[in-house]
């Protein structure tokens, strides 16, 4: 990595801490919070997907069985929001681990498509299982964190720093997983040449199993934090065009390089609700746009742009 | 009981015209272009806005209507394989790159999904069905427009798969499908090859979609559930073959109408993913697929 390069991370968090206190406005803490918990899902898309090489269409599922699984569990058992969440990442977790031993067997457009198709599963079942999901209308008057504050700013601001801390800890264990760890190598290893990196020893079952239960634990306690921070889960969120905002995001910052998703994730989240402004409709258009021609001009995404010039 | 069974058999095979027209197409670009079509669904929207454009706004017979779908989608498709398609290709070079399509045509749908709403609005249009009327068969009745569906479909596959197996340019399309290379060194033009059959199969969805209108009505989002469910039938069928497809799209569409007789209706939907991951995890090439896996 050069100098410039490191100096980005280190300003978006610098960026992170000071902005509760430079922009206290509810508005853009709200669009920050929301910002962030886009970021772990894009992220941990790119764990998958591009440290892997195990192209993912399901993630929306992952994200909301862990804002399920949340929601329900407090709503239903009273079960409180920080167990609530491990147990939406947990959830997420397995479930993302069972999908990985089919999905050893697969490769390319079946591993993408199995996983759209157990998105569709999952969004099938949010909607139909009516004494559990609440159906089309979702799940919402649940409780959130307990021991916020309870004005509405000091809400706000509150609630920014306990999803930033945990994205950024969710982050930094991801990182710290595929860059200091023989795991990382053996996912970069997977996704360059499979064949090959079993003929050099490595258990390439093991860690593909690994990569699949860890990025959708963490697609899981983002979708967690999405049901406290929202408060309200409808089947929605396990449609395809959640899928598709997260790939554009990472394929917009740049795939396999973990910043770069967060990055991506951060601007076009932006980008997705400023242009609001202009017009509700136009945010998924502009997405789709974003995701054609960085797939085609720009493969290693804002990342590569920032390495290569 | 034999009665319902034999209801639910005809509302299946309906159906089944509708899958039918819309998954060989996609299984047949990605028969050719090695390419899976994300973005199916929402030539299939398309071709219902045409519709919906030719008879409401400009008070064109229901027939003009289905003209217009079948040929705006054809053009656009043309549009599909130099544009986006290609400069991939070119980037690329010679590795194989298959989930980058997928992600390619992922962000077409996205997009051609919102252009929709920004153009059209989200609202659920009606359009006026090409016939009226309604065939009593005793045991249920099916609506002439339902069965215009399977009539189309059947008379567009028909002059498909004829086309395929006589016509040279049909023969021509099989030559690529089955070696790109060979077809190249026998003075194939590929690039021209791959922009027609990709025009060809999203035109058939078009063609699905302006049928389909007066039935689902018209909204942005109406295609995608079926590109979803399209991918289970192609995998079914075998990716890249399209008879087999054919088959499969009845397979699925069949099983859903029975299945209202065993669970409730709301699940249906759930059959054909289900199949989808069962054919994946036992036989991956599908019924009739290639035995070589790609």
């Known amino acids: 990595m050069t100098r410039r390069a490191r100096a980005l991370p280190l300003a978006i968090a610098a960026g992170a801490v000071l902005l509760p206190v430079l ?40 994200f909301a069985l862990g804002a399920y699984a949340a929601a329900a569990a407090t709503k239903h058992a009273d079960v409180s929001p920080w167990l ?226 | 009981m034999l009665e319902s069974l034999l209801e639910f058999l005809i509302q299946g095979v309906v159906l089944g015209g509708l899958y039918a027209l819309f998954a060989v197409g996609l299984s047949l670009i990605f028969g050719v272009l090695d390419v899976i079509n994300v973005a199916h669904g929402e030539f299939f929207a398309i071709g219902g806005y045409l519709a919906f454009a030719a008879v409401v706004l400009l008070h064109l017979p229901g027939a003009m209507g289905i003209l217009g779908a079948a040929v705006g989608t054809f053009l656009l498709g043309l549009c599909v394989y130099p544009l986006l398609i290609a400069p991939l290709k070119r980037r690329l070079g010679g590795r194989p790159q298959g989930p980058l399509y997928l992600v390619l045509t992922l962000g077409l749908s996205t997009f051609l999904q919102s252009s929709l709403l920004a153009i059209a609005g989200g609202d659920y249009l009606r359009v006026p069905p090409q016939v009226s009327g309604i065939l009593d068969l005793g045991v249920t009745a099916v609506s002439f427009q339902r069965l215009l569906v399977l009539g189309v479909a059947a008379l567009l596959l028909t002059a498909l798969f004829a086309f395929l197996r006589f016509h040279p340019e049909g023969l021509a399309v099989r030559a690529v499908s089955q070696n790109p290379d060979a077809a190249q060194a026998m003075g194939i033009n590929l690039p021209r090859v791959f922009a027609f059959t990709l025009a060809l199969g999203v035109a058939l969805a078009g063609v699905g979609g302006a049928l389909m209108a007066p039935l689902f009505n018209v909204y942005p989002a109406v295609g995608f559930p079926l590109t979803i469910k399209a991918f289970a039938i192609t995998i079914l069928g075998g990716m890249g073959n399209p008879a087999g497809a054919l088959v499969a799209s009845f397979v699925i569409s069949i099983a859903e109408s029975l299945s209202v007789m065993v669970i409730p209706s709301q699940w249906q939907n759930l059959i054909a993913f289900a199949v989808m991951i069962v054919m994946l995890l036992i036989r991956p090439r599908g019924l009739f697929g290639r035995a070589v896996s790609r």
């Open chain 1, 23 to 62: 922009l206290p406005h509810p508005f853009v803490l709200t669009i920050a919070t929301q910002a962030a918990i886009w970021a772990l899902l894009a992220a941990s898309w790119d764990l998958l997907s591009g440290y892997t090489g195990q192209i993912s269409f399901g993630h929306a599922g992952f």
């Open chain 1, 84 to 309: 609530g969440l491990l147990v939406g990442a947990t959830i997420a977790a397995v479930v993302g681990l069972l999908t990985g031993f089919p999905a050893l067997r697969l490769r390319g457009h079946y591993l993408a498509l199995v996983t759209l198709g157990l998105a569709e599963i999952i969004r099938l079942v949010a909607q139909n299982w009516m004494a559990l999901t609440g159906g089309p209308f979702g799940i919402h008057d649940f409780r959130s964190f307990p021991g916020l504050p309870a004005a509405a700013l000091a809400y706000r601001q509150a609630m920014y720093g306990v999803v930033v801390a945990i994205v950024a800890a969710s982050i930094a264990v991801m990182y710290l997983l595929c860059e200091r760890t023989d795991a990382g190598k053996a996912f970069r290893a997977i996704r360059e040449d499979e064949v090959l990196a079993q003929t050099l020893g490595i258990n390439t079952t093991r860690y593909k199993l690994l990569a699949f239960a860890v990025s959708s634990g963490f697609a899981g306690l983002a979708g967690g934090l999405y049901a406290y921070y929202v408060q309200l889960v409808s089947p929605s969120v396990a449609s395809a065009a959640t899928t598709s905002l997260v790939i554009g995001m990472a394929v917009f910052g740049g795939l396999g390089t973990l910043w770069g998703p967060v990055l991506g994730a951060l601007l076009l989240y932006g980008l997705y609700e400023g242009l609001r402004f202009v017009g509700v409709v136009y945010n998924l258009v502009a997405v789709g746009l974003v995701i054609m021609v960085f797939v085609i001009y720009f493969p290693r995404g804002l990342a590569g742009i920032g390495r290569s010039a």
